[in-house]
């Protein structure tokens, strides 16, 4: 049986620690937080990431776990509607789907599936990756000293692997200028409802405010702004919070209610919106997995899809190899690269405009995004970003296999 070390029990990480469990894999997990991750925004069920779901069998208990969505909406500072798009938009195939559920619950699901035999460590990364005959001798920041035949680093857009194995982060990162915060609202009794629609608040000078469902009594929240400056340290709440009460002081809408309420939200996270492009995802007997590799940004949409396809086009990989020498490892990585490499690269190519639209600079520009937003939803314009939508990855599922080269 052969040992594999996955760091990282995210999406990525624990789809493929089942799938390489059912294999007959020796899994083990590694994973920097204390328990298994929570927080992040609604992710959808649709196209690839709804079939690797029913492969693992858990797509009923995803689609138990729904949130009630009824499309997004750009409003004014009043609350309202300057251009609605309806979930049933483009043919299902809008900014937001009916099928959506919190990140929280999906990694929920995933963990729920993973077989006894996966051996998880919370609170345990690596602090070097040595390569030896018997394959990478590991050093666990515990101490602990282990060999495994393969090492997967699916540990996030600051990938701890990645930088010890493949160069420091600036190397890969490409930054957007825009910053992003994410949390979780505990409705009360003053909190104005969002009825199912994901609200927007643009605002000069490239600012953004939204609220969206998430469980009954809470509702997701978005704050983004545009920047180049350095964020405080992510482990700083204080000056996190100070940021962003003088970016957005003189911001309507309920910028004022969502941003002091972020003080007490236990999964407030904040961050720059940047991609990740390696240009080659494994060295030896270590490779490289969702954001780790080839984070396109949430502005792609695309982030889970990637993740779960990922981990099963690796998977499948890694499955077709009939022994693990370092030769016939290296040919089932390779393989893994050439079947996801134009999936990732396909999301990474944002649509034009992409950043403008999502945050407008100028009152002009806002009004002219939300007009955007009206004119793609006429029959001849929908058509039209269809068609540059499925370039940038947003397959359907009668394409999944063909775009990974699985059939």
């Not at 029990?9 to 390489?20: H, N, P, Q, S």
């Not at 599936?113 to 005959?133: H, K, N, P, S």
């Not at 490409?174 to 009825?195: M, S």
């Not at 910028?255 to 407030?268: G, M, Q, S, Y």
Request: hydrophobic letters at 45%.
């Amino acid at each position: 049986m052969s040992r594999v070390l996955i760091v990282g029990a995210g999406i990525a990480g624990d789809t493929l620690a089942v799938l390489l469990d059912r294999q007959g894999w020796h899994v083990t997990v590694a994973e920097l937080a204390p328990t298994l991750r929570e927080g992040g925004q609604t992710v959808d069920l649709r196209g690839g990431s709804r079939e690797v779901l029913a492969r693992l069998g858990i797509l009923q208990e995803a689609l138990n776990n729904l949130v009630t969505q009824r499309g997004m909406a750009w409003v004014d500072e009043s609350g309202r509607p300057l251009a609605m798009m309806p979930v049933d938009a483009f043919g299902g195939e809008g900014f937001v789907s009916k099928e959506e559920l919190l990140r929280t619950d999906l990694a929920r699901v995933l963990h729920a599936a993973a077989g006894a035999r996966i051996e998880y460590r919370f609170g345990e990364t690596v602090d070097a990756l040595d390569d030896g005959e018997a394959g990478v001798k590991v050093t666990f920041r515990s101490g602990t000293v282990e060999t495994f035949d393969l090492v997967v680093g699916a540990d996030g857009m600051h990938s701890r692997v990645r930088a010890l194995r493949f160069g420091p982060e600036d190397r890969f990162l490409v930054g957007l200028g825009v910053a992003n915060a994410w949390y979780t609202l505990r409705e009360q009794a003053e909190t104005p409802p969002v009825d199912g629609w994901f609200l927007v608040h643009n605002a000069p000078g490239g600012l953004l405010v939204a609220a969206r469902p998430g469980h009954p009594g809470t509702q997701e929240i978005n704050v983004s702004f545009r920047t180049t400056e350095q964020l405080p340290d992510r482990r700083d709440r204080a000056a996190q919070l100070a940021l962003l009460t003088r970016t957005f002081r003189d911001v309507g809408w309920r910028a004022h209610e969502l941003i002091a309420r972020a003080t007490d939200a236990p999964d407030f996270a904040l961050d720059t919106l940047d991609q990740i492009h390696v240009p080659r995802w494994h060295n030896g007997r270590v490779v490289l997995l969702g954001d780790s590799a080839w984070c396109a940004s949430p502005l792609s949409g695309l982030g889970t899809a990637l993740a779960l396809i990922g981990a099963e086009t690796l998977a499948d990989a890694l499955g077709a190899a009939t022994t693990m020498t370092a030769r016939s490892l290296s040919a089932a990585l390779t393989d893994f690269e050439r079947r996801m490499r134009p999936r990732s690269d396909g999301a990474s190519k944002l649509l034009p405009g992409r950043v403008s639209m999502y945050l407008p600079r100028t009152r002009f520009g806002i009004h002219a995004s939300a007009f955007l937003m009206r004119a793609v939803q006429w029959p001849i314009t929908a058509n039209m970003l269809m068609r540059l939508m499925a370039d940038r990855g947003h397959a359907g599922s009668d394409q999944h296999s063909r775009r990974l080269g699985l059939s």
